[in-house]
């Protein structure tokens, strides 16, 4: 028997695509280049202190996201997508995944004019700072086998 895909796949796929292809630097409170600046000075042991603190309780402390992360919960909010190469993660470049962590996913997505989508992450940018965010995505994109880590490099090196 062939695997069965999620129920809502296609459209949160179809919605996270649309997010990606209109994300804009203009939308995103920090530049690609002041993004890429951060990046530059990111420490991934202590990236992994500060996932293990901030982000764990909802990601999942293996990076493997909520159970029926592509299927909205009752309340319509989706559940946390894992951050390992199962997951969307590695499909953003960094200004992208900057911007979604220091705005929090909802706010980023209607700055996209993505208002359909519930998100529940929050803004991380108040306790976590532009050391600490950058920090957590270095740590993030360690944990990628190496495909995955160059897909994502060379959707960054584009912006």
């Given at each position: ?12 796929a179809v ?100 208002t359909d ?21 270095a740590y ?20």
């Amino acid at each position: 028997m062939p695997p069965t895909r999620p129920r809502n796949c296609l459209p949160a796929a179809v919605m996270l695509s649309s997010a990606l292809a209109l994300a804009a630097p203009a939308a995103a409170q920090t530049p690609a280049d002041e993004v890429a600046d951060w990046m530059k000075r990111a420490d991934i042991a202590r990236g992994e202190k500060i996932y293990a603190q901030s982000c764990a309780a909802c990601h999942g402390v293996n990076l493997e996201g909520q159970e029926n992360w592509q299927t909205p919960n009752a309340d319509g909010v989706y559940p946390a997508p894992p951050h390992d190469k199962n997951g969307h993660t590695w499909h953003h470049p960094d200004q992208v995944l900057f911007a979604i962590t220091e705005m929090g996913g909802g706010p980023y997505l209607a700055a996209q004019g993505v208002t359909d989508f519930k998100s529940g992450m929050p803004a991380f940018l108040e306790p976590l700072g532009k050391q600490g965010i950058a920090d957590v995505l270095a740590y993030i994109q360690s944990t990628w086998p190496e495909r995955e880590r160059a897909i994502q490099a060379s959707r960054t090196n584009q912006q």
